[in-house]
């Protein structure tokens, strides 16, 4: 059936402020797969997505449970327009966040009672990227604009360091050798590094700039996906250091950049977040033009379901969700 590319968004949740960063529970968790972790100024919460029919492929109606609502664990940040400053990583039982006061916050919960957190400092800029290693969630690797990658453990130790050449964007890690890690640069390169080694073992160049966010396909390795100026660009890791394919795709520049986590050949971007509408697009590989185009009030935050054709973005005191035909 062909989709109308022009799109309003499939379900909205009202939220008390305007969201700035979502991430759904990428991991397989049993009754957690379905938890989502949004925040914006000065607040994170932790919820349940509930759909009908969730176990077809495309669900028919969506409902929001707050499960943990947390405030204030930081300074009051001022309105985000042309910066990403709060950074939620996600893992079962465990989140960690950062905001403007440079510092990572590691939660540990049961979502019920229990709500302990601990404080990781050692970044002496924003933090752009925070992540739990797949496998247990042991370990935390971070980006920032003091142009490093710090890994830490649960205990806030830092067990690996790695000096950037500019600012570090994103960071990803191997689904399954989770030794090998992504680190994108707003310089327009890419590394992996191997952390058993602590070295580098790989670049790829975009050869623009600047770099905003880059990931890691988890249905094919092979593949790496960013945004840089107003293009997204593809890698195939195997046949190039240098994009096999990009594209331009927003005019008032490229800000994010995911990938489907059900099919290798579907990712969405967006716009830069601002007071205006940011707009916000989804791409298949196969497909000349955006397969859907929508509009979001200061959007920013962008999320796949981790089972689901559904991609989550944050708005003006909204959530919003965006199902898409595979």
Not at 213 to 237: E, P, Q, R
Request: one cysteine or more.
């Amino acid at each position: 059936m062909k989709q109308d590319p022009t799109r309003n968004a499939a379900y909205t949740v009202d939220c008390e402020d305007c969201v700035h960063v979502v991430e759904f529970n990428p991991f397989e968790s049993g009754d957690s797969g379905n938890l989502i972790a949004y925040g914006g100024n000065n607040y994170v919460v932790i919820g349940t997505c509930t759909f009908q029919n969730h176990k077809e492929a495309i669900p028919n109606n969506i409902s929001l449970r707050f499960v943990q609502i947390l405030h204030k664990h930081w300074p009051h940040m001022p309105e985000v327009a042309a910066k990403n400053e709060l950074v939620i990583g996600f893992f079962p039982s465990r989140f960690c966040t950062s905001a403007a006061d440079m510092k990572i916050r590691l939660f540990t919960s049961d979502l019920q009672d229990k709500n302990e957190y601990k404080t990781l400092e050692g970044h002496s800029d924003f933090i752009n990227g925070l992540v739990f290693d797949p496998k247990g969630g042991q370990e935390i690797a971070s980006v920032s604009d003091d142009h490093t990658c710090r890994i830490w453990n649960l205990e806030g130790v830092q067990t690996a360091h790695f000096v950037l050449q500019s600012p570090g964007m994103s960071v990803c890690w191997h689904p399954e050798e989770t030794f090998k890690l992504m680190v994108a640069e707003k310089n327009g390169i890419i590394r992996f590094y191997d952390l058993l080694a602590q070295q580098a073992i790989l670049s790829l160049e975009s050869e623009q700039m600047p770099l905003m966010s880059a990931h890691w396909c988890l249905k094919n390795t092979f593949k790496v996906g960013a945004v840089a100026g107003n293009d997204w660009l593809i890698w195939d890791i195997t046949r190039s250091s240098y994009p096999q394919d990009k594209r331009p795709v927003h005019m008032d520049r490229a800000f994010l950049f995911r990938w489907s986590t059900i099919n290798e050949n579907l990712f969405a971007t967006t716009g830069y977040p601002g007071k205006m509408a940011s707009q916000f697009q989804i791409h298949h590989l196969g497909h000349p033009q955006p397969i859907l185009t929508g509009s979001v009030t200061i959007g920013s935050g962008l999320s796949w379901h981790r089972t689901l054709p559904l991609c989550a973005i944050g708005g003006d005191h909204k959530l919003l969700f965006w199902v898409t035909e595979m």
